[in-house]
């Protein structure tokens, strides 16, 4: 494909889709968590804004429908797949590494249908689904979706006069988007040499202090 860069919300991606081992130069730009982001008065209902939260214990809140929820597909988004494989670490008992024999276990499908039939709204995209959930947040509790989609949704609620969201970071764990950006080595000396510029220039003071007052890390 014409490209000269890349840029993805995990590196995990790249590894899968650099086969050929052409993309050079990857770095991460700034970081996200996937994480629960739930409307505060159902929060404070549940006791996660004084208590500790777990994953756990927010798919337990699903799966009792005390929670009405959306996330994005696991197969069209990474913080949907970050969700979804969250999930399975859950019900896995949270495993150093998870394996084959992890996934064959006899129960894992059952549970993890249980769960996910309990999504209310999915999307194809993290953005779109902050959007509706916003849009619709009368009828809607919360979100998986990455902490920078917890601010976007605040700016918005706020100004709206609705209650605000809050972003959870579970005590066992969360997957991180760590947005590397990479480029596509056609041997073009002067894009290099702007791709090298182009990343001391997003790493430096300036961009990241941007990056952190829209809510990114």
């Known amino acids: ?7 993805t919300a995990s590196s995990s991606l790249i590894d ?34 004084k208590n500790e939260v777990t994953n756990a214990d ?10 009405v929820f ?16 969250g999930l399975l670490y859950v019900i896995s008992g949270n495993p150093d590494v ?8 006899q129960k894992l499908p059952e549970t993890v249908k249980s769960v996910l039939s309990q999504v209310a709204r999915s999307s194809v995209s993290s953005g779109e689904l902050k959007d509706f959930i916003v849009a619709n947040h009368k009828y809607y509790d919360a ?5 920078g989609m917890a601010w976007e949704a605040n700016q918005v609620l706020a100004k709206e006069g609705k209650e605000s969201m809050c972003a959870l970071m579970p005590a066992d764990g969360v997957v991180v988007a760590d947005y590397p ?3 596509i080595d056609r041997g073009n000396v002067a894009k290099d040499a702007f791709f090298k510029e182009l990343v001391s220039y997003m790493k430096g003071a300036e961009f990241q202090a941007l990056l952190k007052s829209k809510g990114r890390r």
Do not use: C, H
């Open 1 to 7: 494909a014409p490209y000269d860069f890349i840029w």
């Open 16 to 49: 899968i889709a650099d086969k050929q081992k052409v993309i050079k130069g990857v770095q991460s730009t700034m970081i996200s968590p996937i994480m629960p982001i739930v409307k505060r008065s159902k929060a404070e209902a549940l006791g996660w804004t």
């Open 58 to 67: 927010f798919y337990k809140a699903v799966k009792d429908k005390k929670i």
């Open 70 to 85: 959306g996330m994005t597909s696991a197969s069209q988004s990474y913080s949907g797949l970050a969700a979804y494989l």
């Open 98 to 105: 998870l394996t084959k024999d992890d996934l064959n276990k």
């Open 143 to 147: 979100m998986l979706n990455y902490e």
């Open 181 to 183: 950006i990479g480029y």
